[in-house]
């Protein structure tokens, strides 16, 4: 059973706010309790602060400096969280990328003070690399583990973690979030699950999805445990939920994915919360969740520049996310002037502890950061003093014969009507050169006229006009799994034309 309430976090102002010192409190009062579960393995919090021992030491070697800044790529996910940790103890900011981004984020591996990762994943421009060798690790794994106190004092302004926003409408811009902003964000996370020792989560992507490696620290520091097999494969999820896990944090997109792998004969699992990030998740696929895989799906919305804004359960009005108690919310006209209640208008957050901005982007920090608010891009609706409806991005509105429609809301009324294995909504020039909308559609279940009846079934009650159907490949989205807009009116474009 699970504790009753909301779980509490330790003061702010208290001294010790890593999170090797949470692994060596529950190595020390539960040695033997199961801290991760790689790849079926089962690694309890004595061999987990043990092995972070070692690798604290092995990393002193290379003399880095604090506030230094180190980028980690590792496909062995145990190692990578171990120099995560191990780093972080010894005041390094790191980040962490994937090999097969190593080119596209060049120019910020360049910026890095020190690049670690196995031997065909050194950027070509690394200031300096250090080799993940076996050779490496097999010496790092049988070395010392003795404590030795790191005498480097923790302050809230500490560099922690350098993230990537999403850049889903432009290039991604970088932040490098301070310890009180990553603490906030843990310590948030464990009050919007309810965390105690006894829940499971399964990581479900890369901790280059920071979401994902501050989720990690949230359960390792409650003393839960965190599990983890290829998450790049749904079969692999599926397997994994059969170990006990209780929660999952997914994009819109992997939720889909496994409730369409799902055998028919799937056990619906007794205590799983799924939380999903990224993008808005349509009301049908939150109850098909809900009706064959969890017992709670929680949505919600953020951004990496501040923790939680709002959250949105099965008791809350559709579509209609929560202010969480800590974050105050306005929506506004152009002139950054407060709307009345049921107004459409510019989403602006604030709360004591976010970003103040981004790194070697001055143009980008002054639009979205101002006057003590942040502007993640968004429109929205306050339906009442703590209820948020998000329409969507101000900048992906489709101007449609004057009116202006959300993708992504025509995406969740496609969905309602139509199987496919993806789907994206996006605004082509029509003949007289109006805007019309068109529906990409991956893999239909229907055929053409069934899927052309659909759809206008799905649309009847908007008044869009003319609408094009086409079929592609795939539906361009970002590492995170949001559609990236500008790719899906060029593949959209190239499809109409060869029609």
Known sequence: MRAAGRSQSPARGSHRRLSADYIAFHAAERPDAVALIAKQRAITYAEFDRDLRRFTHALRELELARGQTVAVAC????????????????????????????????????????????????????????????????????????????????????????????????????????????????????????????????VTMPFAVNAIYTVARAFIRAGGSVAWDLFEDTAAILRALSQGITDIVVLPIQLKQILDALPEDFEKPANLTVTVIGAAAPEVLRKRAMMRLASEVI??????????????????????????????IEVVDEDDKPLPNGSLGRIRARTAVMADGYLDDPQATERMF???WFYPGDVGVLEGARRLHVAGRSDELMNIGGGKFSPSALESLVLEHVRAGDVGVCSVPGPGGLEEVCVAVVDPEQTDQELLNRISLAFSAYALGAFHVVKLDRIPRNPVGKIQREPLKRAVASRLRKA
């Open 75 to 202: 496909d062995d996910l145990y190692v990578h969280w171990l120099l995560l940790l191990a780093l972080e103890r010894l005041r390094i900011a790191t980040m962490s990328y994937l090999s097969s981004e190593r080119e596209t984020y060049a120019t910020l591996l360049a910026s890095v003070d020190l690049v670690v990762s196995e031997p065909d994943s050194r950027p070509a421009r690394a200031r300096r690399h250090f080799a993940i060798t076996a050779q490496w690790l097999s010496a790092v794994f049988a070395g010392t583990d003795e404590e030795q106190e790191v005498h480097l004092p923790e302050a809230p302004d500490d560099a922690v973690r350098l993230v990537r926003t999403s850049g889903t409408t432009g290039e991604s811009k970088r932040l490098l979030l301070r310890r009180s902003v990553q603490d906030a964000w843990i310590d948030r996370w464990a009050w919007f699950l309810t965390l105690t020792r006894d829940r499971r989560y399964l």
């Open 299 to 328: 949505v919600g919305y953020g951004a990496n520049e501040m923790p939680f804004m709002t959250e949105l359960r099965e008791s809350c009005a559709p579509d209609t996310g929560l202010v969480l108690p800590w974050v105050e």
């Open 370 to 372: 101002r006057g003590g």
